[in-house]
């Protein structure tokens, strides 16, 4: 079968090379033209464990990438992986969404074969049939041949090749069922629960995971901060909690909160579009509102410790969302550098991977290359995003002027250590 995948960005490279390994034919179509070159020479433009290995197997033989959308007149199913950002008001801007639907569409405009469109993008409720469908038809000029389906994505940055690959569930939503079944047999090959529901329940499937994920967090974080008030471990509290098989285990580590290019922008689109509809999302908006006093409240604790921080070096470790990237989109450690700043600190950061990123957003603060580097002379020190190798830092922070450390991950193994919420 061949598939055109619309968008080589994370979701839509993840998409291309997994179905490319499953032995389809795909053609990943973008307009940045440096994207392109470097997927058709079988370099990855981002780093995703195992995607560069995908792309060396399939680049040029069963994987394609182009500017130009000619690859949809011979392709049975698209696959629309293109970004939904935030727009000013929390809401998901659709720009790019509705361009990709009419191009498509145009694509499509005297083509015989029958060819689903397919939605993976992360849309509001609505946005497949409301959208995307009239976006399609008008520039196919009514083309009776094309079908509709919506196939959210849950794909962890950093382990998405193998959440593409086993996944728990896949989700298809279609009105129609011919439709619906194409897009299913692009899974007949995966050994996985697949639901099938309509096409806005899908979209909302979308929305409900990322956001009850949130939501585990942020509750995480608030009794953390409660634990810590009574002198006790929310790590063994939540671990009690995690065994009942209705709670799981997973997403109930407290810290300064989750950040990322998703949780927070799909919490706020599913606040938006709650507004919309005259509902109140009052758990939702405390979701966001317990993620956004996590990193004030490290650097409030690291007060009680150095009092005024005018003045003070602070080192800064982790700059990341998450560990394993350099991706610092709503990073928690942003937030918390621009309180140090508000407060004079002098900030030293290390990242493994996000310095460079970091210093787009803060060109004022010092870099380094090692923690230790970070710690020398300190008067203290704040972790904010779980790399593994901090786990191993020990006598780095002997480096430090006074070894006041504050958590914000759980991730060091010194026994000095102050948690955020434990
Ligand atoms: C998230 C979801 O996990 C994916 O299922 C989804 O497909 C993706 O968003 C998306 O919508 O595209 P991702 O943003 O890559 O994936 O990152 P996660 O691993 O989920 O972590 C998000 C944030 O939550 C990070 O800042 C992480 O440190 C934080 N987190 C995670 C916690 O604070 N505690 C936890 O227990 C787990």
Redesign the pocket.
């Known amino acids: 079968m061949k598939i055109s995948v619309v968008g080589g960005g994370y979701?839509g490279l993840i998409t291309g090379a997994c179905l490319a390994e499953k032995s389809y034919h795909v053609t990943i179509i973008d307009i940045d033209k440096k994207k392109i070159d470097a997927i058709n020479l079988g370099r990855s433009p981002i780093y995703e464990k195992g995607l560069e290995e995908l792309l060396a197997r399939h680049s040029g033989k069963n994987l394609l990438a182009s500017t130009g959308y000619e690859s949809v007149r011979d392709s049975e199913i698209s696959i629309i992986c293109v970004g939904t950002p935030m727009g000013e008001d929390g809401s998901a801007d659709l720009k790019y969404i509705v361009s990709a639907a009419e191009s498509i569409g145009r694509e499509l405009k005297n083509s015989g074969g029958y060819h689903v469109v397919t939605v993976k993008s992360?849309v509001p409720p609505s946005t497949t049939s409301g959208t995307v469908v009239p976006a399609v038809m008008s520039a196919s000029e009514n083309n009776p041949n094309i079908g509709f389906a919506m196939n959210p994505?849950?794909?962890?940055?950093?382990i998405a090749v193998d959440d593409f690959m086993n996944p728990d569930r896949v989700v298809i939503g279609s009105d129609d069922k011919k439709s619906g079944d194409l897009v299913e047999s692009l899974y007949s090959d995966f050994n996985v629960r697949i639901l099938r529901t309509g096409l806005v329940s899908a979209e909302m499937i979308k929305y409900a995971?990322?956001s009850f994920?949130a939501t585990k967090?942020s509750f995480?974080n608030e009794v953390g901060n409660i634990c810590k008030s009574f002198g006790i471990d929310v790590y063994e509290v939540m671990e009690g909690v995690g065994l009942d098989h209705r709670i799981s285990p997973y997403?109930?580590?407290a810290?300064c909160?989750?950040?990322?290019?998703?949780?927070p922008k799909?919490v706020s689109a599913l606040i938006h579009l709650a507004k919309s509809k005259g509902v109140d999302p009052v758990l939702l908006r405390s979701v966001l509102k317990v993620n956004e006093v996590q990193p004030i409240l490290i650097v409030d604790i690291l007060k009680k410790h150095l009092g005024d921080l005018n003045g003070k070096r602070i080192a800064v470790l982790g700059l990341a969302?998450?560990g394993d990237t350099d991706d610092i989109r709503d990073s928690?450690a942003v937030p918390a550098i621009e309180r140090l700043i508000m407060e004079g600190a002098d900030v030293h950061a290390f990242d493994p991977m996000a310095n460079e990123n970091m210093k787009a957003v803060f060109p004022e603060i010092t870099y380094h290359d090692s923690a230790a580097g970070a710690l020398e002379d300190a008067d203290g020190c704040l972790v904010m995003t779980?790399w593994p190798e901090f786990s191993r830092l020990d006598k780095e922070f002997d480096k430090m002027k006074k070894r006041v450390i504050i958590e914000g991950?759980r991730i060091l193994s010194i026994p000095d250590a102050e948690g955020i919420c434990w």
Do not use: A, M, P, Y
């Open positions: 979701v992360t994505e849950f794909l962890r940055e950093g995971s990322n994920l967090i995480s997403f109930l580590n810290g909160g989750f950040g990322g290019s998703c949780f799909d969302f998450k928690r779980e991950r």
